[in-house]
Each structure stands twice: as structure tokens, then as C-alpha cells.
């Protein structure tokens, strides 16, 4: 479906778009990326993933020689070159051909599309199962590759039934492997934490149409919070806004009012109604 | 130097060893490896290595179709067509060719010789300096390719005109990134850590040795025991028994008597002199 990747300053076949053995990211599990949706030939919120992007490669030290604006021109020409007009892209940096296997050298990038697999229309109507699991991830503030323990959860996530996890360290969550993830109180503040987490832009978006109707907080959610919760839902730049029905044995049953809402408002706020 | 490299059942020129990005290595930093040494064109201690390398596998799920013997064949095939008789030996499994970048495919396996790169006579004769950090390795007693924190540490190292980093958490230490710790209490025991640290083959055979001259204790360390102790040494593959003459502030005055013994004695047990 995408016949072009660019990797490295130029512009390959998917099926050539590879990475010698040497690259840390193979090596020592050493990158960062960032995912962001098409629609309509148009990369939604660009800048604000740009502004990530360039955090992380600059926090793990993997120095790219690419302004905004050349970085810019080569996600338009692989939006044209491929002529998907709705989808997802992807920019992945790694730590490149290192000599002696450990110190980092010039990164690899690549930029490559791939189909948005959105969650199906009944998880949007029922919500989602999370399983709590004790884990923090490693620089939380960072998109970096590291998906290890999430993956290797895959199993325990499919005997519990459930469709994803929620870690939490010493009784306070922070968040989904790919997904931020907010409460309803029962007085209906809408509630996320602020630390230990990787900042998503849909999250940043809801907080920004939240405000507007609603009373926000970002501060530290406990468990014991989250028994009191009227409803939860979690955001994603593949999800939007997802409603979570269930969290180990506790179901959300008192509907999804205000979750619905802020989806709705979402909704408008990328369609530019609101901006 | 290397001119062959093993991958996916064939044997390849090393500039072709490559893998596509949308391996989950470079997706989502998920897979693992091994490293052994090759001395006088023969494995040393590779059952040791190939057992570790079956169970980090298997704990990761990445479920690769050949027998310990068949691996055997490939790895003496590919030492006589590279044809160098002393180096290093990297097995390494990876999480596939994933098609939605986030559920484990057919592992990609690739089999690869380098040159070994052992401390300096200087760091051997005059020990190394440590700095410690509040770190806990993720899935620590499997050889997973995760090593994000330690290649982002680098530039902290270096400042601080180190060798390595030795990780602690909760006031117990554990290990170094690519290396196993002990300390040599001031009654001549010989201590290392049993709990949440990758289990080092060297580590395994300094214990054997070790135990026919010297008390052993497999415990907790903490912080505090450091400042106790009379001597300490890291070992590896690489590195065998290197000496610690510094950790943080802290230096290691009293010599390295029983560390110099243990060196000798792991030299003639490689050698096969007590074997």
C-alpha cells in the first residue's frame, strides 16, 4: 500500500527500506519515534509531534542534521510519493552503525506510513478492560522504542480478557504502554496525571477543549482514586478518545457522560470547529 | 575482518546483513542476544551461553526453530569461514517482522563475530571507578537488547572521568550494565548479589573457582556494605575479573589481594587447568 520510505536522504522501496545489523536499535534497543495521522493529505497537529520529536532525539543524544522546515518538506513529498490520503506516519531515529556495538553514532531515520488500525466501533461503544500491572517506564518523558514489557505483557493481557494495561508504581498510575489515561470524578472533574508520563498530544488536546466546559486537574491519580472514579477513559493519536468500562475487577457503571462529551468536542476541535 | 554473518539460515556478506524496519527491534526495541568467546577458533563455556540464550528466548516468547545442535553447526560453520581463531560471538534474536509493529512475528536470528575489546593492562592493574545510579534493569535475569539507560548515562560517566555504572536501587545494589559485581568483605568473603540482576556466566565460574579457596555469599549488598568492604571487582566476558579502585567518593585502599588471586585462579580454570 505505501511503496515509498524515505531512510537516510533518500527516498527507497518499502521492501529495500532496511537497517544494517550494526544499528543500536538492534543492538542495544536504543530510538526514539513519533506517530502521527494524515487526514486528507494534511498531517494533523504537525508541529506539536515535531516539537516532541525533536525533544526526544535531543534528550537521547541522537543529533540529526534536519530543520523543521526540510524535515517538513520530506513528510509532504512522502505524503504525495505515496498518495494515501488518510493514514498514519511514522519518523523513527535510531542509534545508528556504532563501531564497537555501544557508543552511540549518527542516527538512522526513517520515515515510513502505515494504516491507522482504530479500536473497533463496539470498544468505543462498551469501552475497554485494563489490567493494572506495577511498571514505570524507563524516561517516561521520552518517546524512545522501548515497548518491552508491554509486549512482553501481550499474553497476560489476552488470559485476563482485557484489551490493555495500566501500570502503576507505588499506588499511583500513570499510563498505557501507547495510551494517556484520564478519570471522571464523581463531581465531575476530569483528572490526569501530570508525572512520570509521556505527554501525548491528544492528551494535550483534550486537556485544551476539556478546559473549556469542564474542571481539569493534572495531579497524581492513586488507586484508590480510581475506585471512587465516576468514569475513565484513555487518548491516543490512533484512538482519540476511547472509554474504559472496566480496570481489573471494578466496572464503570454509571455510563460514560462525559467521556462522550469530550469526544464530541475532540472531534470538533480536529476538525478545526473549534479553532 | 568478519566477512560472513549468519541470518535467518543463511550466511551472508556482513554488508548485507540487514533487517527491515519494521523489525520490532527497531519498532519497539524488543528482542534478545548472547556473547561468548572464541578462543582458538573454539567456543569457551558454550553450553553455558546457548542455555542462558534457550531461556532469554523463551521468557521473550521469540520461539526461533533450531536445535542446540543445529545451532552448534551453524556457529563452528560460520568460525571457519570467517577464520579468525580469537574474537567475540553475538547471537541475536529479534521480535520479527511484525505487520501492525506491535505483535511479536517469526524472530529474526542473526549470528555475528567481533572483535573483543578487553580494559586497558592500566584499568587492570590500577582497578576502575564506578558511579553509582538509582536504576533497576527491566526483566533483569534475561538478556534482553534493552540498554537505554545505560548508553543515555554515557555523558554522565564521562564527567565524572569513570569506566561504568553500578546500579542500585532501594539501597541495594545490583549490577553493572554489561558486567556482574562483588565486593571482598574485610573478613575475606567474597560476596556478589543473587536477586534482579542478569545472571553472568563469568559470574557463574568466578563462584566455582572461587568457592574451593574463599567463603562465597550469593546476598544482598547495600549501599552501606560498599563502605565496608576491602575490595571489589566487576566481571564480564570481556572484561574477566577487572578490579574497582573507586565507586563515587569511596576508594579502595587496602590493595586488591584476593582479586588478584581470583584472577589467576579464573585464567587456569579457562585454561582448563583445574578442569
Redesign the interface.
Known amino acids: 500500500m505505501f511503496q515509498w520510505?524515505y531512510?537516510n536522504s533518500e527516498f527507497v522501496k518499502e521492501?529495500d527500506?532496511?537497517?544494517?545489523?550494526r544499528?543500536?536499535?538492534?543492538?542495544?534497543?536504543?530510538?526514539v519515534?513519533d506517530f502521527f495521522k494524515i487526514v486528507t493529505n494534511q498531517p494533523v497537529f504537525l508541529d506539536d509531534y515535531l516539537d516532541r520529536f525533536f525533544f526526544s532525539s535531543g534528550h537521547?543524544?541522537l543529533h540529526f542534521h534536519l530543520t523543521r522546515s526540510e524535515l517538513k518538506d520530506i513528510i509532504y513529498t512522502l505524503i504525495q510519493k505515496n498518495g494515501v490520503t488518510d493514514c498514519g506516519m511514522?519518523l523513527?531515529l535510531?542509534?545508528g552503525y556504532s563501531p564497537?556495538?555501544?557508543?552511540?553514532a549518527s542516527p538512522n531515520l526513517?520515515i515510513?506510513q502505515?494504516t491507522i488500525?482504530p479500536p473497533s466501533q463496539e470498544q468505543y461503544k462498551k469501552g475497554i478492560k485494563l489490567i493494572t500491572y506495577a511498571h514505570q517506564r524507563?524516561?517516561p518523558e521520552v518517546k524512545?522504542?522501548?515497548?518491552?514489557?508491554?509486549?512482553?505483557l501481550?499474553?497476560k493481557v489476552k488470559s485476563a480478557a482485557a484489551d490493555d494495561i495500566l501500570y502503576y508504581k507505588d499506588n499511583l498510575v500513570s499510563e498505557c504502554p501507547r495510551s494517556n489515561f484520564f478519570i471522571v470524578t464523581k463531581d465531575e472533574k476530569v483528572v490526569t496525571p501530570s508525572c512520570n508520563i509521556l505527554k501525548g498530544i491528544t492528551r494535550k488536546k483534550v486537556l485544551e477543549t476539556a478546559r473549556q466546559h469542564f474542571d481539569i486537574e493534572e495531579r497524581d491519580i492513586s488507586l484508590e482514586d480510581i475506585k471512587q472514579a465516576k468514569e475513565a477513559f484513555i487518548t491516543s493519536t490512533t484512538k482519540m478518545i476511547l472509554p474504559v468500562a472496566q480496570i481489573d475487577d471494578q466496572i464503570f457503571s454509571e455510563g460514560m457522560t462525559i467521556t462522550t462529551k469530550l469526544q464530541e468536542l475532540l472531534v470538533q476541535f480536529q476538525e478545526g470547529k473549534l479553532v
Open positions: 520510505v531512510i521492501e527500506a532496511r537497517l544494517h545489523y544499528d543500536l536499535a538492534i543492538q542495544r534497543g536504543y530510538g519515534f537521547m543524544r511514522r523513527t535510531t542509534g564497537d556495538g555501544y557508543q552511540l526513517i515510513s502505515h488500525q524507563q524516561l524512545t522504542i522501548d515497548y518491552l514489557i508491554a509486549i512482553w501481550q499474553p
